[in-house]
């Protein structure tokens, strides 16, 4: 099994994450994002999209994070990923939500607040990126609700759709989620997130500002 990753990225993190929870050995290939190692040909062989996370397995090659993360659950989740097709069938929407609701817009104000200033940009003022905030708002109202009656996303245990959720949220670790007073059931599943030994593991802070080098 092979990842080709690169450390500081969210989507990445989450199928590191969730390899770290299953136990799973991997070979790790870092592909340099800001050295545009994504664009060299033979990487573009292995995603033409130019994009990580992808996972080879065999002969199985995926290249986006939820379906990676769909996979390995199928393939070696156990008590991870849902046997019940109605709970796979909840487990798969939450990962949609994430990729339709959420992926966006919170990368966008974390590209803004974290990445851009280690690039040595001035990121783009409240006023600019509003519209992305109101909608990152409005999901962490959804999220909120969920997870008042809820440790997980998918219950009382852990699930590797966590690994998906999880990291996104913590995305907003030193913006939206530190500066406000509201969303506490969100604050309290982003730290039941951070405090696992896969998060640790997986090198989970290198998506937060001063934590590593781009």
């Given at each position: 099994?092979?990842?080709?990753?690169?450390?500081?990225?969210?989507?990445?993190?989450?199928?590191?994450?969730?390899?770290?929870?299953?136990?799973?050995?991997?070979?790790?290939?870092?592909?340099?994002?800001?050295?545009?190692?994504?664009?060299?040909?033979?990487?573009?062989?292995?995603?033409?999209?130019?994009?990580?996370p992808v996972l080879e397995d065999g002969n199985m090659?995926?290249?986006?994070?939820?379906?990676?993360?769909?996979?390995?659950?199928?393939?070696?989740?156990?008590?991870?990923?849902?046997?019940?097709?109605?709970?796979?069938?909840?487990?798969?929407?939450?990962?949609?939500?994430?990729?339709?609701?959420?992926?966006?817009?919170?990368?966008?104000?974390?590209?803004n607040d974290f990445v851009m200033p280690k690039l040595?940009?001035?990121?783009?003022?409240?006023?600019?990126?509003?519209?992305?905030?109101?909608?990152?708002?409005?999901?962490?109202?959804?999220?909120?609700?969920?997870?008042?009656?809820?440790?997980?996303?998918?219950?009382?245990?852990?699930?590797?759709?966590?690994?998906?959720?999880?990291?996104?949220?913590?995305?907003?670790?030193?913006?939206?989620?530190?500066?406000?007073?509201?969303?506490?059931?969100?604050?309290?599943?982003?730290?039941?997130?951070?405090?696992?030994?896969?998060?640790?593991?997986?090198?989970?802070?290198?998506?937060?500002?001063?934590?590593?080098?781009?």
């Amino acid at each position: 099994m092979r990842l080709y990753n690169f450390d500081p990225s969210p989507n990445p993190l989450k199928v590191r994450m969730a390899l770290q929870e299953l136990g799973l050995e991997y070979e790790n290939t870092e592909i340099k994002l800001f050295e545009r190692q994504q664009q060299g040909p033979s990487f573009l062989k292995i995603n033409p999209l130019g994009k990580v996370p992808v996972l080879e397995d065999g002969n199985m090659l995926l290249r986006e994070s939820n379906a990676i993360l769909a996979y390995l659950g199928k393939e070696y989740g156990g008590e991870l990923w849902p046997s019940n097709p109605i709970f796979e069938a909840s487990a798969l929407e939450w990962l949609f939500f994430e990729a339709t609701q959420m992926a966006a817009c919170y990368g966008a104000v974390w590209f803004n607040d974290f990445v851009m200033p280690k690039l040595g940009l001035e990121p783009k003022s409240k006023s600019e990126i509003q519209g992305k905030i109101d909608r990152v708002e409005w999901t962490l109202d959804h999220l909120n609700n969920h997870l008042e009656n809820n440790q997980f996303m998918m219950g009382d245990k852990f699930s590797l759709v966590d690994c998906s959720l999880g990291v996104v949220i913590a995305m907003l670790n030193e913006n939206i989620l530190v500066d406000s007073g509201e969303w506490k059931f969100v604050k309290a599943y982003l730290g039941r997130i951070v405090s696992r030994d896969s998060w640790k593991n997986a090198r989970g802070s290198a998506i937060w500002k001063g934590e590593t080098h781009l």
